[in-house]
């Protein structure tokens, strides 16, 4: 069982540049998540998911897009990277909304660099 | 609105030591509590959860936190430190019995042990 799994696991991009970080999850999880990791900050959500075709924003949406057209796949888009973007980016999934007790599983990690 | 505090962003303890990680919260709603670790250039694993059963949760690892409603906290504790919980705690909540909220994180905490 793989549970959440991210690609790449690092990355370099230039001002501009466009990407998209994976996110694929094998529990059949509904629930989905995008987070940001920067220092003393904790985690900031970008994007969830409670389903396949449905996404909403989180706290901090501006610069990335999402989409979900399976419940496996939860992919996050950078259209044009900017230095502010330099963080390690999360997906974590959930049987349950994260309301419920069952908290989330979280992926390894993205670390990105925007130069 | 739901927050978390954690108080201190480094915690050094030496090894044997008992360590404590403090974590307020604030909710309006009665809430679910989680405490999660993280490993360098790891993901974040769920430690304990508080589920509004038993005050004194017990997690993996040794650690235990206790949930005390009147002083709003949920701080981490592990009678004894070894050199491997030497991470980065974060605490987490949500509200419980609602199907639209999130988990809402703590800047963190790091736990160093000292030889």
């Known amino acids: 069982n793989a549970g959440v799994t991210q690609t790449p696991k690092f990355r370099i991009l230039k001002i501009g540049q466009s990407m998209t970080l994976q996110c694929t999850q094998d529990?059949?999880?509904?629930?989905m998540y995008w987070y940001r990791q920067d220092p003393g900050m904790g985690l900031k959500l970008i994007y969830y998911?409670?389903?396949?075709?449905?996404?909403d924003k989180g706290e901090v949406p501006n610069g990335y897009n999402v989409s979900r057209s399976t419940t496996e796949d939860f992919p996050l888009r950078l259209e044009l990277a900017a230095p502010s973007q330099t963080s390690v980016y999360f997906c974590?999934?959930?049987?349950?909304?994260?309301?419920?007790?069952?908290?989330?599983?979280f992926g390894s990690g993205t670390r990105l660099t925007v130069v | 609105a739901q927050s978390v505090t954690q108080l201190g962003s480094h915690v050094s303890v030496s090894e044997g030591a008992l360590v404590l990680l403090r974590c307020n919260y604030s909710?309006?709603?009665?809430?679910?509590l989680f405490w999660y670790v993280q490993y360098p250039n790891q993901g974040l694993q769920l430690l304990l959860k508080?589920?509004?059963?038993?005050?004194l949760v017990k997690g993996i690892n040794g650690f235990e936190a206790e949930f005390k409603k009147s002083e709003t906290s949920f701080h981490l504790t592990k009678p004894s430190a070894h050199m491997s919980d030497a991470a980065e705690y974060f605490c987490?909540?949500?509200?419980?019995?609602?199907?639209?909220?999130?988990?809402?994180f703590g800047s963190g905490t790091r736990l160093s042990i000292r030889p």
């Open positions: 974590a999934s959930s049987l349950r909304p994260g309301t419920g007790p069952y908290g989330y599983t």
């Open positions: 529990m059949n999880h509904n629930y």
């Open positions: 998911s409670v389903g396949a075709g449905i996404t």
């Open positions: 909710s309006s709603v009665p809430p679910y």
């Open positions: 508080y589920t509004s059963a038993a005050t």
């Open positions: 987490a909540v949500s509200e419980a019995r609602s199907s639209a909220s999130k988990i809402i």
